[in-house]
């Protein structure tokens, strides 16, 4: 299972049986924020048609998986690989697996052996095995890219794959914020590309990224569900390894903890300032009668501060949830917390 703050995944029927009464078979769903892809892939098993999109790289990835295959692609650029006619997605995994490890950036930047670029202490977010093992296969797959040997369908499918075999062996309690002192006996396995389950459904979904403020303008849907964050600290922070391995990029990592540079994925979300001017821009420019929104108790403010932006746009509604929270291994907090989903009907 995916550890991300907010992943919806526990919540599916409750968020998806509520939208059905405001949509017809068939009927489009957007979805602005839609993090690891989890409740639009439910709405597309649904037979709904989806849009969805969010700030960050890593999520685009997970969604084209979700929401644009039907199928495992061809990889026929890369048949050489294979003793078949046809180069599958097992045997191009299979190779991945079996590169010789690289001393390259994460090897360097994110592991116990590695000397930091900006002169910090060496850090653990991965065994320098692992580390060696990441850098042998992004270099890999960011070869294929450049050479024109993989389609963006396949790029895709591997760094979705390669997503979640790192999280798999991330020395994290939860998020990539910081990294723990010891190794955890997860962290210590052999880092291994499983191959993901593609489902069935229909393709004629659209993926976007980009902040939803931005992109709302540009979205037609019969329905929209919106689940921003609820907490300060920015999604590019907490994931900034994450994006690293979706970008195949070699940033800078700086400060003790390694940060990328993350600004141009910052968001007013996140920000008790500014975000409820975001929220009244999607719902103002959004082409689409019916909005869901979820949000917590934990949130960065009451749910009655959130239904008085609502309320300037159409008739509102809150339903209750209560809800098994995220928790980092550390973390004190109680384990049950309400969540919300108000239901605006736009005039
Ligand atoms: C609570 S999570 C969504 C979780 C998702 N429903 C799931 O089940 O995985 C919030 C998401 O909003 C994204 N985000 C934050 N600010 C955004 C913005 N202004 N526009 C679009 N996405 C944003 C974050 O990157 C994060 O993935």
Redesign the pocket.
């Known amino acids: 299972m995916y550890r ?6 526990k919540l599916l029927e409750q968020i998806t049986s509520l939208a059905s009464n405001y949509l017809s078979p068939g009927g489009t769903v957007a979805d ?8 639009a892939a439910e709405f597309r098993r649904l037979g709904y048609r989806v849009i969805a ?4 790289t890593y ?1 685009k990835w997970h969604l084209y998986v979700q929401l644009l295959m039907n199928r495992t692609p061809s990889f026929e650029g890369l048949s050489d690989l294979s003793v078949e006619p046809e180069c599958h997605y097992v045997q191009v995994l299979n190779y991945l697996n079996e590169l010789e490890p690289v001393e390259g950036y994460f090897f360097r930047e994110f592991s116990p052996s590695g000397l930091p670029a900006n002169g910090c202490p060496s850090r653990k977010y991965f065994t320098s095995d692992n580390a060696a093992k990441i850098d042998a296969i992004r270099l890999k797959i960011n070869e294929w890219r450049d050479e024109g040997r993989i389609c963006q369908m396949e790029e895709a499918l591997l760094r979705h794959t390669l997503i979640m075999a790192v999280n798999e062996v991330a020395n994290i309690s939860g998020t990539y914020g910081y990294f723990l002192a010891n190794f955890t006996a997860s962290a210590k396995n052999a880092i291994h590309l499983a191959p993901v389950s593609i489902n069935t459904g229909r393709i004629d979904n659209v993926v976007l990224q980009g ?3 931005d992109l709302a303008a540009g979205v037609t849907a019969d329905l929209c569900y919106l ?4 907490i300060k600290r920015q ?1 590019a922070a907490n994931y900034h390894i994450l994006e690293t391995v979706a970008r195949g990029d070699e940033p800078v990592a700086a400060g003790k903890s390694g940060l990328r540079p993350w600004r141009d994925q910052y ?4 920000t008790k300032t500014k975000s409820k001017d ?1 929220f009244a821009k999607i719902i103002e420019d959004i082409h689409c009668p019916v909005c869901l929104i979820s949000y917590s108790e934990d949130g960065l403010f009451p749910v009655e501060d959130l239904c008085d932006v609502f309320s300037a746009y159409g008739k509102i509604e809150v339903k209750e949830i209560a809800y098994k929270r995220f928790r980092s291994n550390c973390s004190s907090l109680a384990n049950e917390i309400k969540e919300f989903i108000i239901v605006l009907e736009k005039w």
């Open positions: 991300y703050i907010g992943n919806k995944t602005l924020m839609a993090g690891t892809g989890s409740v999109s969010d700030i960050m999520s902040r939803a403020e689940d921003p964050p609820y999604y968001s007013d979300l996140c975001s």
